[in-house]
């Protein structure tokens, strides 16, 4: 668990003078109720720099939005929308109350007020404003400052869970990301939690959210260990991805960090079918030559041989820095120049030609076309 002692509400108004976008946010909310709110409050008393800003506002959206200029992405649900402009991306939402009827099942949502609207959010850290007009002050009801700087994390009230299941898989994110302590009733409140009642999708979405966080293994290692997904060996696939991901910047280019760590763990079918190609891969007896390495790893995605790779297959390391960028002098044209029909012939004698030069059987032009012909008729 990590304190920050060093939190300091006395810097805001600086660090809100700091940010990036804030000259161009406060010409545009002038004499409108804004606030920016959630995420963006939390990292700035953090003195962390993040990607988007949000905004509530108590009054309509559109204005605001227009306000700023630039693109704009509106969703009218839950009267919020998304807006880039510049290099900054800004969400901002309506001020809201949320009425949850049933567990796991979206929210039904009223305009509010901004203390309604941070009364109804997922923990204390994230339920925090700071007014985009007059006096720079911290909104902080729930006590997220004393919670951020004991390393707390700390829902607002006993259904929050229960509301939003999805919450909990957000814990798991909050707490690897910024090495937060579970308070007790949060932790009692998170073993009780049921994802039965959360859509496949919503859920792939939260664990997609997860892999692309630095310390997405540990976030996923939580999960597991307050019960509320069987994630198998998922969790320690993707700490040794994201070892594999940082050690080398072959497989960077070559695969997706964030999705190779997501298909470890994402539910449904088509994941665990490509987890089980990844497994047969790892349990094959390692090639005899790269010829071989070659054959067997050609007709998979790069992320099913990233996972294929952690789980035991270190020879794929050889197709990924080399043989993957081999390419041969001849081409299909010179196998029809010299005779050869149109047709499965063409390939069996490329792959021919291939695997020799992989194995160093193959020179140069010259021997390439000799093995092709050889195997295409
Ligand atoms: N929120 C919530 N319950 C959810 C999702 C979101 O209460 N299930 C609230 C939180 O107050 C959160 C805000 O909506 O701060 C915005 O959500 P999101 O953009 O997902 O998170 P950020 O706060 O931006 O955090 P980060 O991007 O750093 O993950």
Same mark, same amino acid.
Not at 9 to 31: D, K, V
Not at 277 to 297: F, G, M, N
């Given at each position: ?15 809100l ?7 161009l946010?406060?010409?545009?909310? +002038?004499?409108?109720p ?8 939390r ?44 290099? *900054?991306?800004i ?15 979206l929210?039904t ?29 911290? $909104? ?7 919670? $951020? ?7 607002? *009230?006993?259904l929050?869970?229960a509301?939003? @299941? ?36 919503r ?5 997609a ?5 630095r310390?997405a293994?540990? +976030? ?15 969790p ?25 760590? $997501? ?8 994941p ?19 010829a071989e ?11 099913? $041989? ?5 789980a035991?297959a ?6 990924v820095?080399?043989?993957?960028h ?11 120049e010299?005779?050869? @029909?149109?047709? @499965? ?33």
């Amino acid at each position: 668990m990590t304190a920050h002692p060093e939190i300091d509400e006395s810097q805001l108004p600086e660090r809100l003078e700091a940010l990036p976008g804030i000259e161009l946010i406060r010409r545009a909310t +002038a004499g409108m109720p804004a606030y920016l709110v959630g995420g963006a409050v939390r990292d700035l008393l953090l003195g962390l720099e993040r990607a988007d800003i949000d905004i509530a506002v108590e009054s309509e959206v559109r204005p605001l939005a227009e306000a700023l200029g630039g693109q704009m992405v509106e969703h009218d649900r839950f009267e919020t929308a998304a807006v880039a402009v510049d290099d *900054h991306e800004i969400d901002i939402a309506r001020a809201r109350a949320e009425e949850y009827e049933r567990p796991g099942a979206l929210p039904t949502v009223s305009p509010a007020t901004i203390h309604e609207d941070l009364a109804r959010r997922d923990f204390t850290i994230n339920a925090m404003a700071v007014p985009l007009a007059g006096e720079t002050e911290l $909104l902080d009801p729930h006590g997220g400052a004393d919670d $951020l700087r004991a390393g707390v994390l700390r829902v607002l *009230h006993d259904l929050s869970f229960a509301d939003d @299941p999805t919450r909990a898989l957000r814990a798991a994110r909050y707490s690897a990301r910024m090495d937060l302590g579970l308070d007790a009733n949060t932790a009692r409140l998170l073993r009780e939690t049921d994802l039965a009642t959360v859509s496949q999708d919503r859920i792939t979405a939260e664990l997609a959210r997860i892999a692309g966080e630095r310390h997405a293994a540990r +976030a996923l290692e939580l999960i597991s260990e307050w019960g509320l997904l069987d994630l198998g060996t998922g969790p320690r696939l993707a700490a040794a991805l994201e070892r594999l991901f940082e050690s080398s910047a072959d497989w960077n280019e070559f695969a997706s960090r964030d999705t190779a760590i $997501l298909l470890a763990v994402a539910p449904g079918e088509h994941p665990q079918r490509l987890r089980g190609r990844a497994a047969k891969l790892a349990r094959h007896s390692p090639p005899a030559s790269p010829a071989e390495i070659q054959v067997l790893a050609q007709d998979h995605v790069p992320e099913v $041989l990233a996972i294929a790779r952690v789980a035991g297959a270190p020879w794929l390391d050889e197709f990924v820095n080399r043989l993957r960028h081999v390419e041969l002098e001849i081409s299909g044209y010179d196998l029809v120049e010299a005779g050869v @029909p149109q047709g @499965p012939a063409i390939g069996r004698g490329l792959n021919a030609a291939l695997a020799a030069k992989l194995d160093g059987r193959a020179a140069g032009h010259e021997d390439e076309l000799r093995i092709a012909l050889e195997a295409a008729r």
